[in-house]
T-cell receptor
Framework: AQTVTQSQPEMSVQEAETVTLSCTYD???????LFWYKQPPSRQMILVIR??????QNATENRFSVNFQKAAKSFSLKISDSQLGDAAMYFC?????????FGKGITLSVRP | DAGVIQSPRHEVTEMGQEVTLRCKPI?????LFWYRQTMMRGLELLIY????????DSGMPEDRFSAKMPNASFSTLKIQPSEPRDSAVYFC???????????FGEGSWLTVV
């Protein structure tokens, strides 16, 4: 069974600084998809970024980028120029076929 | 375009009562998912449908839970009878095809007292 591990329960970053959130996963498959979702206090699940495993190039969305290391099964999220609105819970997720498996999440706080 | 629409947003009910949560997926999406989120267990997949057919319901906790998808634009998750341990946020989500992004509704906050 696929598992997704987010080992850091909490992190904190100074506004305007950069922070990296870690995620590892376990799979025997070669074709799959990885996601980061943001969950603010409203509980809405918001897609941050998506990575296809067959692509070597790391995905980027404005201030958000990933470091995808397929051999190491690592998928970290880098947030540049952190803003107060980035404070939320962040979930790493793995998808193969239909099922989406989530990590336990990490709570990110942003200090003004 | 409208996103995934869930109702009710909040529900407080007494133990033993029937609870029905409703979901309208994004138009054109052929996969629909029901997730539950609690502090203790995180996000759990309860059931998912593909083209209105239940594909995997192994996450449904017990017989008190049932889900239906009578057509491509509507699904329900029913709990009967409800128990305090069912208190959670229930998310409906939908996607088009394998590997595509799964989009979530705003969730239904259920409290069973």
């Amino acid at each position: 069974a696929q598992t997704v591990t987010q080992s850091q329960p909490e992190m904190s970053v100074q506004e305007a600084e950069t922070v990296t959130l870690s995620c590892t996963y376990d799979t025997s498959e070669s074709d799959y998809y990885l996601f980061w979702y943001k969950q603010p206090p409203s509980r809405q699940m918001i897609l941050v970024i998506r990575q296809e495993a067959y692509k070597q190039q790391n995905a980027t969305e404005n201030r958000f980028s990933v470091n995808f290391q397929k051999a190491a099964k690592s998928f970290s999220l880098k947030i540049s120029d952190s803003q107060l609105g980035d404070a939320a819970m962040y979930f790493c997720a793995y998808r193969r076929s239909s099922k989406l498996t989530f990590g336990k999440g990490i709570t990110l706080s942003v200090r003004p | 375009d409208a996103g995934v629409i869930q109702s009710p947003r909040h529900e407080v009910t007494e133990m033993g009562q029937e609870v029905t949560l409703r979901c309208k997926p994004i138009s054109g999406h052929n996969s629909l998912f029901w997730y539950r989120q609690t502090m203790m267990r995180g996000l759990e997949l309860l059931i998912y449908f593909n083209n209105n057919v239940p594909i995997d319901d192994s996450g449904m906790p017990e017989d008190r839970f049932s889900a239906k998808m009578p057509n491509a634009s509507f699904s329900t998750l029913k709990i009967q009878p409800s128990e305090p341990r069912d208190s959670a946020v229930y998310f409906c989500a939908s996607s088009m095809g394998r590997g595509n992004t799964i989009y979530f509704g705003e969730g239904s906050w259920l409290t069973v007292v």
